[in-house]
């Protein structure tokens, strides 16, 4: 049994639904949550924790076999052949903090390769969904990424994980590099965001040197179903086996970006 791209959309709606409910713009006047430190600067709420559980609720009754691979509870053991990536709130520290830079990000793949995205930001009520080989949609409307072919014309975005070094090394040289290339660099905070705005063309390219499966799986899908080039940041287009960078961009831009990364890697040894 495999679910539809209608199954994914009801499921990212009802998580919303869920962390909508603890999410305030006015966090200095009421936090209706604690929150919880997975890491230095890696946090964690009740909130993600119950979208994640309600998530993994509805999916296991009715795919007991599949495997599950998600944040906050890691991996649920199953079919490798069918695969599930879980974000339970992708920007949980905008969140925490009030910006409304934040998404459930559920993503389906059989054997090894994406079938279903959805992204669902529950503040602007933005669902991005894709199918491999139908294409891409904002609730409903057909995707399509930048036709942007100069760097100095395009926006650009990347996060800094929060593995902390090496890695925010190597993203400060090529955030150093791309910060006089492009028209800005921006730090959006969510990497399923940046992703699905890459395929609405709202940015003509992202990248993150370190990321995990489950806040790509879904956005990657919806990316390249709209017409950009999705790949790890060496150009690899298996993004979906470990380890994991990604790079998202306008097809036109994308082997300029790797080009530059390429110098910048090489320039750092
Ligand atoms: C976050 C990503 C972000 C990345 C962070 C973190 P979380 O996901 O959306 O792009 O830089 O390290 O992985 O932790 O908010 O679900």
């Known amino acids: 049994m495999t679910p539809t791209l209608a199954d994914l959309e ?11 409910a603890g999410y305030s713009p006015r966090p200095g006047y009421e936090q209706k949550f604690t929150v919880e430190y997975k890491g230095r600067i ?51 520290t905008n969140y925490v903090h009030g910006l409304a830079h934040f998404a459930i990000s559920i993503g389906y793949a059989e054997e090894g390769k994406s079938k279903l995205g959805v992204v669902y930001d529950p503040v602007q009520d933005e669902c991005f969904s894709a199918e491999r080989g139908k294409g891409a949609w904002l609730n409903g409307y057909p995707l399509r990424a930048a036709n942007t072919s100069i760097l100095e014309r395009s926006l650009v975005s990347t ?37 699905c705005y890459v395929a609405a063309g709202r940015l003509d390219a992202y990248w993150e040197v370190r990321i995990q499966s ?55 040894r």
């Open 10 to 20: 009801a499921l990212a709606r009802g998580a919303g639904e869920i962390v909508r």
């Open 42 to 92: 890696d946090l964690v709420t009740e909130f993600d924790k119950r979208s994640e559980a309600y998530l993994l609720k509805e999916i296991r009754s009715r795919f007991p076999s599949h495997r599950i691979e998600t944040e906050e509870t890691g991996l649920i053991h199953g079919d490798e052949g069918c695969v599930w990536y879980l974000d339970p709130i992708d920007g949980t």
């Open 159 to 195: 996060a800094f994980a929060h593995d902390g070094p090496p890695y925010t090394e190597i993203n400060l040289k090529l955030f150093n590099r791309f910060i006089y290339l492009t028209q800005n660099v921006m730090q959006i905070g969510s990497a399923a965001q940046n992703l």
């Open 214 to 268: 489950w806040d790509i799986a879904a956005g990657a899908l919806i990316a390249s179903e709209a017409g950009a080039i999705v790949s790890k940041i060496d150009g690899d287009c298996e993004y979906l086996h470990p380890p994991y960078s990604i790079l998202a961009a306008a097809p036109a831009l994308h082997p300029q970006m790797l080009e530059v990364i390429h110098q910048v890697g090489q320039s750092a």
